[in-house]
């Protein structure tokens, strides 16, 4: 068990972040637990960069007197790896929508998808997906898009370091990305299927990398048995 006081200090947790979790999660189940095993009604918990439900990887979560340096932490750079379905799309740009539309890939060539990445590396500008936590007019985008909104949002400046392709088995194609807050890998994706002349959507993400912290430094093992356990998300 983590001293109270060590926490009040200040504790940096690296969680590496299941699937099908939100970061929300992560945090409610981490807060709940500190206050349960120290009979605290209130303590202050707070995640540094949003991972959406169908990614994985580094989750950095501060506490006590840390979440004042929340800010910093999110400011920092991400790495992220995963894999894009080439030749279909679906209206959250992954997984959590079904299939909606099919393109033609006979014309999409290995050098092509190569040739494709050089238009995104760079300052670009970027639309965040409707079923997204952006807000608009105090909504999250994801209530909109629920509501049957047809809102386009707009186009935002992100910045990308790297893109590069680790691996081709079509219709799948495996990448890395390196790039600054705010960036959309779910959006890079739907934006990649068109750049091919086709479509694209987001099948798997996993963030390995955000600012120093790297997700070989995951605390999940030893927070396991204090402040994460259980395999479902507790209540706050």
């Keep these: 068990m983590i001293p109270l006081e060590e926490l009040q200090k200040g504790k940096v947790f690296i969680i590496d972040k299941p699937l099908d979790w939100t970061s929300f999660d992560v945090v409610n189940k981490i807060r709940w637990n500190i206050r349960k095993t120290h009979g605290l009604r209130k303590f202050k918990v707070g995640h540094a960069g949003t991972l959406d439900p169908k990614a994985t990887g580094v989750l950095v979560i501060c506490v006590g007197k840390f979440t004042k340096r929340i800010s910093e932490f999110q400011n920092e750079d991400k790495t992220y790896t995963g894999t894009f379905k080439l030749g279909v799309t679906t209206e959250s ?12 890939t006979d014309h999409i060539t290995e050098d092509l998808i190569h040739q494709a990445t050089e238009q995104f590396v760079g300052d670009i500008l970027q639309t965040p997906p409707l079923h997204s936590a952006v807000k608009k ?15 386009v949002p707009e186009k935002r400046p992100v910045h990308i370091s790297s893109f590069k392709i680790t691996k ?11 790039c600054s807050k705010g960036t959309y890998i779910r959006s890079l994706a739907h ?3 068109q750049a091919l002349n086709s479509g694209a959507y987001l099948t798997a993400l996993r963030r390995t990398q955000s600012g120093e912290f790297s997700v070989e430094q995951a605390d999940n093992g030893p927070l396991e048995k204090v402040y994460f356990e259980g395999s479902e998300p507790s209540a706050t």
């Design 191 to 193: 934006d990649f299927g």
């Design 168 to 178: 081709i088995e079509m219709p799948y194609v495996d990448f890395e990305v390196k």
């Design 137 to 151: 007019d105090g909504k999250r985008l994801y209530e909109l898009a629920r509501s049957g909104s047809e809102y």
């Design 93 to 104: 740009y992954d997984t959590e929508q079904p299939e909606n539309e099919t393109f033609p």
